[in-house]
């Protein structure tokens, strides 16, 4: 406690970032604007913030950021006593993180000025990754999940609510991101997120997901070939499994009906339909 006048005083505290007017007054004194091309649509809601914090599995002691922005989850991850890396490619917001945060969590905050695609995310584990994502960098970040080592206790993303439907989907509405996602790991929706909780605001609304890894994972070999068997089903236009699967495997006609058959398929179904274990079934039939 600081003194004032042979009194006890709390020290000041600081406003949240999630306050659109300190928000705007941080980034207006390092005169920078948001850019669009870069998905800067910064969170002033609380909710989805002390949500995501809450999400985290209890004990976790690193979290990593991708992409802290101007800090307001970072800011509740450190006040909640986690060991925080954030990773922010922009040099303004960087130097709005040092100023804010750094000091006065100087021995539970590292700053990675880089950009995230060119860093390694993983940590001694247990660790969590959380991150409020631009839709331009969303499949990236579900394609690199699974090469993850150690991978994540905890993964909650902040997406734009067309890629939230695509990975919390299942049959008859199953996508190539959806299969993806969920043979590494069981996604669930926390909460809905208005567009009007960002500033600028965006043009759709969002969603917040936490995606939990499966306890026991394919190995890399066998996920790799769900995953192209699905790319083929999915890759063509009509999408059926029979004319899908010849085309793209240049199998025979009669060798894929087999091989449908075998795992209780019909050329004619389409891969929206497939279950997980159906197109792990499917993909194992075929590599055999």
Known sequence: MAKSCGKEVSPPTMSPITDKKVLRSQLAAHQHRPRRSAGQNFLVCAKPVTKTVEALPKGLSTVVELGAGAGALTEALLEQGHQVVAIERDSTLVTILNERLLDQHREQLTIVADDLRHTPWEQPAPYGLVGNIPYNLSGLIFRRLPKLHPQPEQVILLVQREVGQRLLAAPPA???????????????????????????????????????????????????????????????????????????????????????????????????????????????????
């Open 174 to 288: 199953m996508s190539l991101l959806s299969v993806a996602v969920q043979l590494w790991g069981m996604p669930t929706r926390l909460q809905s997120v208005p567009a009007g909780c960002f500033w600028p605001q965006p043009d759709v609304d969002s969603v917040l997901v936490a995606i939990t890894p499966h306890a026991h994972q394919l190995d890399r070999d066998t996920y790799q070939s769900v995953i192209n068997v699905a790319r083929t089903g999915f890759g063509t236009k009509r999408k059926q499994l029979g004319g899908s699967l010849r085309r793209g495997l240049g199998l025979a006609e009669a060798e894929i009906i087999t091989q449908l058959e075998a795992v209780g398929l019909a050329p004619a179904q389409r891969p929206e339909v497939l279950s997980i274990e159906q197109s792990t079934s499917l993909a194992t039939s075929l590599t055999k």
